[in-house]
C-alpha cells in the first residue's frame, strides 16, 4: 500500500497542529506533532535542573531520555518521557520557551530525526513542525507552508491558554512569540523556513473550519486521495 506524506511547516499559532489534526482524521492518516518531541526534551532538562543554553548538559542528557509517542483510539497523540505521560505538563509558557531553547541544538536535532523519520517509514503522515519540509522529509507528498499575522497568532494562543486555565496578557504573548519566531528562525541547525516547492497557507483572515477545507482540498488534489466516509 503506498504511504503519502504532509509536511506542514510554519510559526507558532498558526493552527498547524489543530488543522493537521483535523486533516488527518479525515483522511485516516498519522498525525505526528513533532513540536511534542522538542517539548519533551525541553521538559526534561527543566527537570534536570539544566541551564538554557548549556548544550554540554543538554546532550549528556540525551541519552538517558527515553522519549515515545501513542496514539489512543480518537487518534490523539500522547507524550511519554521515560515512561511517563507529560501531554500536558509540556504545553506550559515555560516549556515551550525551554523547547525552543534545546531544538536550536544541532545535537538534539540530530537524536530526533530517525525517530521522526521513522514513523513515516511506517504509517501515512501528516507531520507538523518547523523544518518537516526542507530536512525531516524534503520528498513529502505535498509541504504545506502555514502562517498568519503575528497579532493574530498571539491572540489565538491567549484564547488557547485561557481555555486551559492559564491567564497570560496579549502584549506578553505576542513578545515572547517574535522572540520564539526569530530564534526559530535564525538558528544554523534547521531553522524555520519556507521549504523548496512548499504551498503558502496564510490563515490570518480564515476562520478554522476555512483553515481546515484550504489545507484538505490541497491533501486531496495534490495526493488524489479521498476523504474517509462518515
Ligand atoms: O510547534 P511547537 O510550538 O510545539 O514547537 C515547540 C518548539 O520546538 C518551537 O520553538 C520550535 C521547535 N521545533 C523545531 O525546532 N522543529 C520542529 N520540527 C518542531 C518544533
Known sequence: MKLYSVAIDGPSGAGKSTIARAAAKRFGFLYVDTGAIYRTVGLAAERAGVKKGDRDAVTALLPKLDISLGYGEDGV??????????????????ISSRASDVS???????????????????HSVIMDGRDIGSVVLPDA??????????????????????????SASFGWILSEMSRRDRQDSKRA???????????????????????????????SEKLGVKPLEG
Not at 104 to 122: G, I, T, Y
Open 104 to 122: 536550536a541544538m544541532p545535537e538534539v536535532r540530530a537524536c530526533l530525526l530517525d525517530m521522526q523519520r521513522a514513523m513515516a517509514r511506517k
Open 141 to 166: 507528498d505535498l509541504k504545506i507552508f502555514l502562517t498568519a499575522s503575528a497579532e493574530c497568532r498571539a491572540e489565538r494562543r491567549r484564547a488557547e491558554l485561557e481555555s486551559r486555565g492559564i
Open 189 to 219: 541547525a534547521a531553522p524555520l523556513t519556507v521549504a523548496e516547492g512548499a504551498v503558502t497557507v496564510d490563515t490570518s483572515s480564515l476562520s478554522l473550519d476555512e483553515s481546515i477545507e484550504a489545507v484538505c482540498s490541497l491533501i
Open 77 to 94: 497523540q500522547r507524550s511519554f518521557l521515560n515512561g511517563e505521560d507529560v501531554s500536558e505538563a509540556i504545553r506550559t509558557p515555560e
